[in-house]
């Protein structure tokens, strides 16, 4: 991160180098009758594979000249080389309402980003809206981290550089026709809408992206070569600075306790996780530790938490780092209020000051506070909540309308605040040379370095699976948190999905002990526990077990996200992009670049699987399977079902009650297959280990250099067999 | 309705009389640093009860602009008289991206309007984004019909005057705080997310009004006094033209056939009908009339009807009229398709054309050809499909950034839309002499004349009754039509349901025979009837005999609304918004001014009702019932639920197969309690009908006048008991 100064300039000039001369498209625009301008533009290049072009006069509020992490320009420009721009350049108009763009889509092409979405994976045909909003309930667009990015299946990404809520219409709509034909004969129709409206929608139709973006009198857009789709979205996230690298605890397991928790309840917690062996690396408080919370006032209240450095110093001692809830609003008891009431939009939240978090001097002194009075204390993170937007549960945020000094207006500042926000806090982090993974419920573009996961008070584990498959895309990171089951299965499944995901939380905000002990949320805050809770909680703690023996993997996972840009969590159709019935899967995942997760659903008949191309093999038994090859999954299925590529050499670390154990540094190595993949973790600090196998001397090597050293205990070559079927 | 002239002006010059000199409120604005233009304004009165205020410079196109019937003036000048605005004229804000304006809004005052929502009734600390969207799936203020009007309980109402998508903060909005506090305990945090939220956020502190409109340099607001709330709705209805008054048939029952249904389908079900004696006024045909429906041609479809002169002639003679259904979008096989090529907008809809409906030449040329092809052949209506806006099912409308030759952008145009196109087909009744009555699926502002009834392909039976309850706020009639159902005891409150409504029709369009024969809907298909269908056919004729007993009394609700704006179907909220507790009531409504209707809802356990005050009875059996009392109605009740104020004279029509046959204006006259409230039928065309009766000597008077002749067969003053108990 830097200083805020003009960044459409400097990210021109940083990465530019071809430094072509842009011409002013307005120049070629000719206004007609009725007062739209129509625009041509070119590609100019402002980077390795990297071209914009402007269509009028942009805001000056955007994604990229708001953006406060520099690209990762040597990294760029060692990209995979891409010649020529991939696509046409786009036709703008612009009217008293706002600026339109069109965009190609060929025949068969599909499209997909657009940010954190709940409701389906593929675009095409569809109207995505990227508004701001708490609560997305239909298929619409809206998001907590809507992204106005998407990527095709032909190799190429989109970046409209606006703040605005733009809406993009992804080939459903279509020109006047201007021909009259001859009367065709009716035959027998459809007896359902869905029959009726498919008439005259064809997917595979070449068409066009329409991009709405109301208010605007121009936008800059980004096009980002492949050649291949993921070659792209890496591309995009070497431009926002890279991906995240978390610190190694941030890869444990996260529980975070009942609202209403005070100092000895935490203690006692702790205690019993680590009596119990329930593995757990990071505690998070939620709303309780303040004094007042809607609005905030970010201070210890001390009647719950009479010594907090002792509380914080004592939960160290355990190997727990410590994380602790807020919202962005002010509440007037607030120690943050008199010095940030300048520094606040014109509307209030909960009665509490917004922050101008475009302002970099709002984002000092907020930040300045938490770092002296929290970080300097020895917190390790926060839960940043509320920095979205809502429309239903009480439209309790700042309106569209809102003004900020420092220029942005409502609607511009829901799309950048979560960013703001995140980087206010990170900085501090920064300043003190610590690293810190959190958690945020809003984020943006240009999001992939950032340290935080997005969560939601959404709860559908579809749709928590479909917003982990798609946020790869866009460069976010989403946790499918656990709060509470319907049943146990329901609750076994959920675990079984988080522990696969960039954050591995159980969120116990509204219950006093762990959901194993009692499902029923009455129940629990009664502490009236099931009977048989320790069975269930044994099946738990094996779950959480399978998290610390996937934390080596998911370090070079995120290793490479930072170095070229590869999301460590991502949807097939990025790897498979040309394998339609792969590309649409929207119920499974890729971790890292050899391990495939398809999970089931609790009260599902089970499920089906098709895997893709090559040779891969059953993660728990070593089995292999064939690629291509459709499977049907039982419900009764114990475990996960999870697939590792033929060949994979694939690291298990040792089970601790924590990453702070050097024992969890203790590796079993399964090879799979042949081996010929070797496993390699190349950290950006300059850490290396590597792992190879010899298939024909059925004999291991490991090299390692820097700070970390690993210890392969065992090399398992065969296919071990599940060691607790259902 | 009129020639297209410039109305602003007009709308002026026809009501207003008084003529005060307007001051252009853009002189006393003040740019500030940001771009920002700060307006205050004042009322200027422009009609009896009714000022206008204008912020900076207004859209030309806008629903009082764009208006197609002129206000009811005589009416208006009849009106309960207002004398000074009841309300502070609102501030406005001209920024780049829009307009915003505040009004004021006292502590405890509650807002009704917004047009069709079927999601809450009350909204204040709601915000409402008055988006025209097919499938409103949240409690967002999107809608089939949003209109910018709301109503206050403190008895005035607000019209802002814009076709775009504006959004009302219905007291939810605050300013920031200024001034910092001391530091609170935080107390105990409630363990749920909506007792999190609702700190902060109080409907009972004074607060403002906040409305957002993106893309207008300005707008105007019209203020429309009481001195109740239903004298301003009233006062609003005749501003919008009066209400409308149906011909009598179109308050029969209704039946629309199956979309595949042929000739000799229709003439079958049309002769089963009348022998089965269900009685039935209209039948509706679905899209398989035409030679290609999805877009349309408005052709008939030869296969199916070789002679349709014919058919509609068979159809009439046996007292049935004729709809049918279409949508506006023009097929190129259409022979509308060469004459509308250049009067459509630049976009397309399922391959066909989508007529510039706010060109007057636009409305006549697509109405002329239906006049002289259809309606001439005898249809007596039109069902206008699909005129509203996809988010969801495929996006397949228009985009907003499309443009229309006679100005509108796409996102007016969707705001208008649904009134042009309905304007376009009734202009050619009316220039005919004849009546028509239908229904569309979009509709806006200034509503009320329009013989149209809005319907929807949503369809849960809460948010219908929701709908109805919410639509007499703001000019609209709604149909909750009955399609297919879950269960017997579904379909059965269904219909009880629609024939308390404007427009009381069974939707089989795809299921070829009515459901009481078969509900599962594959079943039917296949004419695979249930075995005891004659005896839930029988519990249904029951139902659609209600129907036709209420047509007198319907009538002179219409009547009224024609004449004084007075809505037929209204919220409790409308007479009693000072009874907190009734106005809130979601699940009732007043059918015309004494009858009260409290639907039951299949699965749930009965209902609860609080009658509002003064004496009531049970409209079924006699029965006095005090207002003001909390009532449990268990679930197996027979009937629908309805109360009549104590005192009421009510005619009750004989049950007959069609509104065509005179023995429908043979009345029972029922008389709850002393019969003080006589009642009256006054036509706008000068018809009468009045009935008295005297409680002491126990005989009751008929006064008539005019073409309609009614007899009274009984006087019924005892108490009735139920004839079919449950």
Redesign the interface.
């Known amino acids: 991160m830097s200083k805020s100064i003009n960044r459409r300039q400097l990210g021109m000039g940083l990465i530019a180098g071809t430094g072509l001369a842009i011409l002013d498209p307005s120049m070629l625009g000719q206004k007609n009758s009725?007062g739209?301008r129509q625009l041509d533009s070119r590609w100019s290049q402002v980077g390795p594979g990297i071209w914009k072009a402007t269509i009028g006069s942009p805001e000056a509020i955007s994604p990229v000249s708001s953006r406060l992490v520099e690209p990762r320009s040597e990294a760029l420009r060692a990209a995979t080389l891409v010649g020529k721009p991939p696509l046409s350049p786009p036709e703008g108009?612009i009217?008293?309402?706002?600026t339109?763009l069109t965009l190609p889509l060929a025949a068969g092409e599909e499209i997909y980003g657009f940010g954190l979405q709940f409701f389906s994976v593929r675009n095409r045909?569809?109207?995505r809206?990227l508004r701001v909003n708490a609560?997305p309930?239909?298929?619409?667009g809206e998001s907590h981290a809507p992204v106005p990015f998407y990527v095709s299946s032909l190799g190429y990404g989109v970046l409209v550089d606006t703040a605005r809520y733009a809406?993009f219409?992804c080939g459903?709509?279509?020109?006047?026709?201007?021909?009259?034909?001859?009367?065709?004969?009716?035959g027998?129709?459809p007896?359902?809408?869905?029959g009726?409206?498919?008439?005259?929608?064809s997917e595979n139709q070449s068409s066009k992206i329409?991009v709405?973006i109301?208010?605007a009198?121009g936008v800059d857009v980004y096009l980002f070569g492949g050649p291949t789709t993921l070659d792209a979205v890496r591309r995009y996230n070497l431009f926002s600075g890279g991906g995240v690298n978390p610190p190694e605890w941030g890869l444990g397991f996260w529980y975070r306790a009942?609202?209403?928790a005070t100092n000895s309840d935490l203690v006692a917690f702790a205690q019993e996780f680590r009596e119990r062996k329930i593995p757990c690396d990071v505690l998070g408080l939620e709303?309780?530790w303040?004094?007042?919370?809607?609005?905030c006032?970010y201070?210890w209240?001390k009647?719950?938490f009479p010594d907090p450095v002792g509380l914080i110093k004592e939960l160290k001692s355990r190997n727990y780092h410590v994380n602790l809830w807020e919202h962005a609003f002010i509440h007037?008891?607030s120690p943050l209020?008199?010095p940030m009431?300048n520094l606040?939009?014109?509307?209030?939240?909960?009665?509490?000051?917004?922050p101008d978090f475009h302002d970099p001097k709002a984002r000092q002194i907020f930040g300045d506070f938490h770092g002296t009075t929290l970080i300097d204390s020895g917190i390790d993170g926060f839960k940043l909540d509320e920095c979205d937007n809502?429309?239903?549960?009480?439209?309790?945020s700042?309106?569209?309308?809102s003004?900020f000094p420092s220029?942005p207006?409502g609607?511009q500042m829901h799309s950048l605040f979560g960013l703001g926000y995140q980087s206010a806090l990170w900085k501090q982090f920064e300043q003190r040379k610590r690293s810190t993974y959190g958690l945020v419920r809003s984020s943006g573009a240009l999001a992939s370095p950032y340290p935080f996961v997005l969560y939601s008070?959404l709860y559908d584990h579809r749709q928590f699976v479909r917003a982990l498959v798609n946020s790869g895309f866009s460069g976010l990171l989403w946790c499918p948190e656990v709060r509470d089951a319907k049943s146990e299965e329901d609750l076994i499944r959920r675990l079984q999905t988080v522990v696969f995901s960039p954050l591995a939380l159980i969120n116990g905000?509204?219950?006093p002990s762990p959901p194993w002990k009692q499902l029923d949320r009455k129940k629990n805050?009664a502490n009236d526990f099931a009977a048989n809770w320790e069975k269930l909680e044994g099946r738990c703690r094996e779950i959480i077990g399978w998290r610390m023996q996937l934390i080596c993997y998911l370090r070079a996972a995120f290793a490479r996200y930072a170095t070229d840009g590869t999301p460590p969590f991502r949807a097939l159709a990025l790897d498979w992009p040309d394998h339609t019935g792969i590309a649409r899967t929207e119920d499974a995942w890729m971790v890292g670049d050899r391990m495939l997760v398809a999970p089931l659903f609790a009260g599902e008949p089970g499920r089906r699987l098709t895997l893709p191309p090559g040779q891969w093999h059953n993660f728990w038994t070593g089995e292999p399977v064939a690629g291509g090859t459709t499977i049907d999954i039982p419900a009764a299925t114990h475990k996960i079902p999870v697939f590792v590529m033929d060949g994979s050499v694939f690291p298990l670390a040792s089970i601790t009650n924590s990453t702070a154990d050097p024992a969890s540094r203790n590796l079993e190595v399964r090879v799979f297959g042949d081996g010929h993949l070797p496993f390699s973790l190349l950290t950006p600090e300059g850490d290396s280990l590597h792992l190879t196998w010899n298939a024909a001397t059925r004999v291991g090597t490991v090299k390692q250099q820097g700070n970390y050293r690993y210890t392969v205990a065992t090399w398992n070559s065969a296919s071990p067999t599940d060691s607790q079927p259902a």
């Open positions: 009725k739209t108009s009217r008293p309402r706002g339109s045909g569809k109207k809206t609560d309930r239909s298929d619409t809406t219409y459903g709509s279509r020109d006047k026709p201007d021909l009259a034909v001859d009367i065709e004969s009716g027998v129709l007896m359902s809408t869905e009726l409206y498919s008439k005259g929608l329409l709405d109301p208010g009198g009942s609202a209403n709303p309780g303040q004094t007042h919370a809607y609005s006032t201070v209240n009647e719950r007037p008891s209020f008199t009431v606040s939009g014109n509307k209030g939240v909960w009665g509490g000051l917004v809502s429309d239903y549960t009480g439209a309790w700042f309106s569209e309308v003004q220029g207006d609607e008070d905000w509204y219950i805050n």
